[in-house]
């Protein structure tokens, strides 16, 4: 049975046992009107393709595109409704209608709020220590400013200056999560998330300049149990505090007794066209829908590690500024830009560096988003629980994975499958290889293999079929959103199951070997 369901996994996944066309995966090009911004996108992308002889891929089909635009706006599959809608649409602009409708469904705060979660630790235990209440007000807060569309710029102030407690004002969180009180913590956990830089690759005295403007922050506990007040404090009356330091940029700037430094370094991070504030914002976009950024890691800018597309990173960073650090808007150019409409197929045969760009780059799933889709397709739940018995801890039983408020509670499958664990803040802690024990586990898992036998939604789907040939389309269009192959509907036809394999029937060994295809498994 097993080599049979292999034969089913490799011809769902493997677009060079095709035909020459490679349906359904990529589309021949034709004349497409780009929004105007998107379109300046793909010029420089070309030109530096060009200049390199680098050829580039075909157009995504429409199942492709209508998959890959899902998982990476709001990390949630379309379901069958959805997809067959879509592919039957034939206005030439559903593309840009569908992502305009993405960036406002409310799994988008759900999903980048996962994101920004790993990039601001939100962990309420060791090292981090947050604590349970803070790091769930944390979280809430970061949703919310997603939901609401906060300007990037406002809410990177908002961190940076706070003042208060860590219950009742969540962003003060940002500086009790650096690890340390100490001034120099704080000014590096700011120059990671805002500036991209790692200040171990800074000379000494850059790295005291910039703990100046964290050296009035002071913290104090209360009498509830792990709040702590965070509050500016002013210098010392016998002027041993400094009066100046520089900026990042060598700007000499003074800071008065009544002033809070932390606020002289937001306004020239925000507002300086010496600041590199938009350049990392944009990159980290990127980074996040494309998997490499175009400085990569996009956490770690110097002058050793250059952009691979310097003047795409400076036209990304004016457009984030033009659009008023609105990242929906943001997202929309990248979006809707053929670069980003590319076919996941190298044009030539050959797998090439992500920074080239030449085709979408193909990559595992986050192990947030696979455990949703499987619970969401077979109608099942997951547990999630802290190792440290957590106290003001509550977690309803349909939470999505996506939505789990702190990087303490977790599941031994999202441990499997990479979910970082949020100590450091660097991007690069969510691992994003295949693993043998991923493999196995998917192949071998009772789990998964349970939640797919057991499915009162697979059940009542194939029971809405007339028949195993009509019911085929729909597995196809739940798990993968398009409709099977000729070659793929042979192969599943040809095959029966053994009488070993006891209840297991035909549909539920498809829905199985579907779940293990890579078709499933990556975003492409």
Known sequence: MRAIIFLLMGIAACPAAMSPAVVPFEKEPQKRLTPALSAALDNLVATKQKAAGIPRARPCSDEVFLRRVF???????????EAVEFLKDKNPTKREALIDRLLERPEFADYWGMKW????RVKSEFPVNLWPNAAQAYDAWIRASLRQNMPYSEFARKLLTA???????????????????EPAALAAAAALTFMGERVAN?????RADLAVFFSR?????????????????????????????????GTLVKIPPESDPREIFAQWLVYSSNSPFAKNAANRIWFWIFGRGIIHEPDDSRPGNPPSNPELLAWLGRQLQSAKYDT??????ILNSDTYQLSPIPPDGKPRSGADLASYPVRRLEGEVLIDAINRIT??????????PEPFTFLPDDMRAIDVP??????????????????????????VNVTASQRLSLLNSKHILNKINNSRKLKDLVQSAPGQAEAIPLLYLTFLSRYPTSDELAAISAYQPPAASGKRQKLSDVAWALVNSPEFLYRH
Request: no cysteine; net charge neutral; hydrophobic share 30%.
């Open 71 to 81: 998982l990476d706006t709001i990390g949630t599959l379309p379901t069958r409704e």
């Open 117 to 120: 979660g790993d990039v601001l």
């Open 163 to 181: 003042d208060g407690s860590n219950f009742r004002n969540p962003p003060v969180n940002f500086l009790r999560s650096a690890g340390s009180r």
């Open 202 to 206: 800074w000379t000494p005295e850059k």
């Open 217 to 249: 922050v002071g913290f104090k506990k209360t009498g509830e149990w792990k709040e702590e007040i965070v509050y500016f404090t002013p210098p010392p009356a016998d002027g041993t505090a400094p009066s100046s330091a520089r900026l990042p940029d």
């Open 328 to 333: 929906k808007q943001f997202l929309r150019i």
């Open 379 to 388: 109608g099942t739940k997951e547990d999630y629980m802290s190792m440290i």
């Open 406 to 431: 702190d990087g303490s509670i977790t599941s031994s499958f999202l441990e499997l499958f990479g979910r970082p664990p949020r100590d450091t803040g660097l991007l690069a802690e969510r691992p």
